[in-house]
Each structure stands twice: as C-alpha cells, then as structure tokens.
C-alpha cells in the first residue's frame, strides 16, 4: 500500500449513528474507525502522551494495514527552541515504538513563532533525531518560511535528513463567505501552499470546507500531485479535517471517490466493504 487516506482523530461522539454504528461506545471507536480508514493523523500526542499499555492496546485493536502519523507534543514542540527537549522527543519515539509496523511517519508541528532564524536549532532537533531511524514530517507556521530562500534552505536540510515537510492545505476554508462554521479554523496561520516532496513519503492535512462543492477544485489539483508521487513511489497519507467534525469522514470519502473515478490506482477503502459507496455525492446530506 502506498496511499492511506483518514482524518485528524477517531475518538468523536458525534459520528455515531452515521460513521460509528448507533449504541457506539468510546472504547470501541478506534476499533471501528481502522475498519474505515486506513490511517489516522492521532492529533491525540498532542495534548498527552498515551502510556504503554494504551499504544500496545492501539495496536492490538486495530488491523495490519492500518497506520498512526502521531504528532509530537505540544511539550516539545511549543516550548521555544527544540535544543532543549531533544531526549523528551527520543523518549516520546520510543514509547510510540510498540505500534510496530503500525507506526507511520510521526510528525513535528512548529508554532508560528518558530521562524527561519531558528533553522540552526531545526537541524540540530533533526540530527538528532536520526538516532530513532523512525520517519519523520515537520510542519512550518511562520510565514517566513515560505519564502523563496528560507523555502529552499528547509527543504534541502529535510532532504538530506530523509525528513518530510507537511503539506497544510487550508485554502478550502477561506473560499466563499463569511461563514460563522469556520471561524475557528480562520483563526489559524492562512500559509502559502507549496507541492514539495523532500523524502520518500508525503504528509498531507487537507482542510476542507463543509460545502463539498468548495472542495472541488483543490480536491481536483490534489488528484494530480497524488498521481504523479504515486508513478514516482512515493508513500502518500491524505489527512481529511473539516471545521465542522461530523462532516470530515464524509469529505474524506467523498475525496477518495473522486480519486478512484479518475483512475488513480489506490487501495481499497475498507469504509466501503462494511458499507456501499454513495451513489450521491452529497453525502449523508
């Protein structure tokens, strides 16, 4: 399998009755959500760090395909320079090692306070960071960094450390009218969009708006990039977030429709085996 498609999170009462089964319980809902998806963003290592026992039991619950893209925590990454909490992020890969081959790249989310002046300390976090062999994405929120020099001096430090840069695509969101379902996430970094693969596999956070027609024209230029890194075998994971979350499992299904109307070859969706694909394209709406 080279592409894995999903959303930011699996724990949310509010799918249940469409995407979760009614009667759903919380301690079934990773179970049922790696039996639709076959990956998942885990935003969850963010905010806490699971103990052992709890990554041996995601493990357990969940099938062989199936694949975690955990974010680092916010300890480490949202702490000013990441000199500092370099073994804190040793350890955290570590305690994530247990998922096996059920473990996808991890990825670090940096704050946009962290600019380009600090790409000394990136590189140092990076190096250091090889001692795991684990793969790895970075997330970048200062505008800085999008510029033409400070753009290419970060990708050939991820390039030559077999690093990933996240690809965050929140135009979908600021298309349209001010609509009050999206101020939350308008809140966020509004950040250029860059089509750049610096390792083997690539990350991608699609931030689609509720309407799936707004979605249309990014999810069409997607189907192009996803093509072309499949002919060239790169591993890609597909993260679908939406502003409203009950919506989110819907457009990332309606995406791989459109992904397998076009002729990409990818996997099959497990989703539609427990349930037929939508003849409609608006989803449970």
Same mark, same amino acid.
């Given at each position: 399998m080279k592409f894995f498609i999903g959303c930011a999170v699996w724990s949310y009462k509010g799918w249940i009755g469409d995407f979760y089964p009614k009667g759903s319980r919380n301690s079934d809902f990773l179970n049922l959500y790696s039996r639709r998806f076959q990956a998942v963003e885990g935003n969850t290592t963010f905010y806490a760090v699971p103990n052992a026992e709890t990554v041996? $039991?995601?493990a357990r +619950?969940? #099938? +062989? %395909?199936?694949r975690f893209c955990l $974010? /680092?925590?916010r300890d480490i990454s949202h702490n000013g320079r990441l000199k500092a909490y370099i073994l804190k992020a040793l350890e955290f890969a570590e305690q994530m090692r247990p998922l096996g081959t059920r /473990? *996808?790249? @991890?990825f670090l989310q940096l704050p946009p306070n962290y600019s380009p002046r600090l790409i000394d300390d990136l *590189? @140092?976090?990076l190096e250091s960071w090889q001692q795991t062999k684990l793969p790895l994405a970075v997330e970048v929120r200062h505008n800085d960094w999008f510029l033409k020099a400070e753009s290419s001096q970060l990708n050939q430090l991820l390039e030559d450390l077999g690093i990933g840069r996240v /690809? /965050?695509?929140?135009? #979908?969101? %600021?298309?349209?009218?001010n609509d009050p379902q999206l101020e939350s +996430?308008?809140? $966020? #970094?509004? @950040?250029?969009l860059q089509f750049t693969v610096t390792s083997k596999f690539s990350l991608i956070r699609f931030i689609s708006h509720p309407k799936l027609e707004m979605n249309q024209q990014f999810m069409g230029e997607w189907v192009k990039q996803i093509q072309d890194w499949l002919q060239q075998d790169k591993e890609i994971y597909f993260f679908v977030h939406c502003p409203v979350e009950e919506y989110s499992p819907r457009n990332a299904r309606y995406f791989y429709r459109i992904l397998k109307e076009n002729g990409i070859s990818v996997p099959a969706l497990p989703w539609d085996e427990i349930t037929p694909e939508p003849n409609q394209l608006s989803l449970w709406e």
């Open positions: 041996v $039991k995601w +619950e969940t #099938p +062989e %395909y199936f $974010k /680092l925590p /473990l *996808a790249p @991890l *590189a @140092l976090f /690809l /965050l695509d929140s135009r #979908p969101i %600021y298309t349209g009218d +996430e308008r809140r $966020k #970094p509004k @950040l250029p």
